[in-house]
């Protein structure tokens, strides 16, 4: 497994931007797809966003494509999330996550320990 820390959550208005960062104990962060995900206060864990090992390919959930955008950088072992457009139904907690290409939490066996975002109207 791999240890995971995200960092860059916050409190920020409605239509404002955050980028989350994650950083990775590992050099072979690079063998690794990794996936965002998030989960609101009474709510279950949901998929935000993934990207696969080198990059070649992601995956966003209907709810925040065109104002989200994952990418990765394995030299720093570290992946981020580009959030604008930020509305209040975007609060939650945000998780990162390393393991196989999917939109499941099952496809994934490291986690980090979550970044609060809160989004004011």
């Known amino acids: 497994q791999v240890q995971l820390v995200e960092s860059g959550g916050g409190l920020v208005q409605a239509g404002g931007s955050l980028r989350l960062s994650c950083a990775a104990s590992?050099?072979?962060?690079?063998?690794?797809?990794t996936g965002w995900f998030r989960q609101a206060p009474g709510k279950e864990r949901e998929f935000v966003a993934a990207?696969?090992?080198?990059?070649?390919?992601?995956k966003y959930a209907d709810s925040v494509k065109g104002r989200f955008t994952i990418s990765r950088d394995n030299a720093k072992n570290t992946v981020y999330l580009q959030m604008n457009s930020l509305k209040p139904e975007d609060t939650a907690i945000y998780y990162c996550?390393?393991?196989?290409?999917?939109?499941?939490?099952?496809?994934?066996?490291?986690w980090g320990q979550g970044t609060q975002v809160t989004v004011s109207s």
């Open positions: 990207m696969t090992r080198s990059g070649s390919m992601t």
């Open positions: 996550a390393a393991g196989q290409y999917s939109s499941s939490r099952l496809a994934y066996n490291s």
């Open positions: 590992e050099r072979t962060f690079s063998s690794y797809s």
